[in-house]
């Protein structure tokens, strides 16, 4: 009779990751029992303008509790799924797990001083309230994701490719939705040009430069 012997599967990724998605989890979960129809408004925000639904300004608002939970939510699925793609490339980076976080403070205050800048201050609260939900619907369909990704670590590049295309997708969705809400608020032509220029495409081209260099090095 032939005998097999068991080999020990060593996983490519560890196993607090899991643990910290089941966090994330969690936090969803008490988001949505504190108000329950936050996700059913989130998804409207794809065909409507944030600031046309009051549970927005009410809730998710800027300073609102419920955002900042939703973008701790982001932030920390975000910073796994970079470490995650580290992992799988072989080149690891802690401090790139920032990114998210600082990318988005970076976003906040370069729209705060252009809109001070520009004196169009007020007529930027559409995109403040954008860029929240942007993030919250990152963070809602990364954890999916990422679980699925944990259990087939085999099909690893197809992860990659799909994260990449969910951030690509919500970028260039926020962007042509800024340009429209600006347009409507009648912005300035090149405040808009201005703001694309310095503010949205330099960092990502900063961004892809620092991740070629490290990667490459």
């Known amino acids: 009779m ?10 490519l990724f560890p196993s607090w990751i899991l643990y910290a998605l089941l966090i994330s989890v969690a936090i969803l979960a008490v988001v949505k029992l504190w108000r329950p129809a936050v996700y059913q408004y989130i998804s409207s925000t794809l ?6 639904i009051p549970y927005s300004r009410e809730n998710l608002s800027f300073f609102g509790k419920a955002n900042w939970m939703l973008l701790l939510n982001y932030f920390v699925v975000s910073a796994i799924c970079i470490y995650m793609v580290q992992l799988y490339i ?22 705060f001083l252009a809109g001070i800048l520009s004196g169009e201050i007020k007529k930027l609260n559409e995109h403040f309230l954008l860029l ?3 993030y919250h619907f990152i963070g809602l369909l990364l954890i ?13 590049i197809y992860f990659v490719y799909t994260a990449a295309i969910i951030f690509g997708t919500f970028w260039i969705f926020r962007v042509v939705r800024g340009i429209l809400f600006a347009l409507r608020n009648k912005v300035l032509w090149y ?18 430069v620092l991740l070629v260099a490290n990667f490459k090095g």
């Not at 032939?2 to 996983?11: D, I, K």
């Open 90 to 111: 072989g080149e690891v980076n802690v401090w790139f797990v920032l990114i998210p976080v600082l990318y988005f403070l970076f976003q906040v205050i370069s729209l």
């Open 191 to 208: 405040y808009i040009i201005l703001y694309l220029c310095s503010l949205e495409i330099w960092p990502l081209v900063a961004i892809y």
């Open 144 to 156: 999916p994701i990422l679980i699925v990704w944990l259990l087939n670590v085999d099909y690893s």
């Open 2 to 11: 032939r005998e097999f012997q068991l080999v020990v599967r060593e996983s």
């Open 132 to 134: 929240n939900f942007t």
């Open 47 to 52: 065909v409507k303008p944030p600031s046309t």
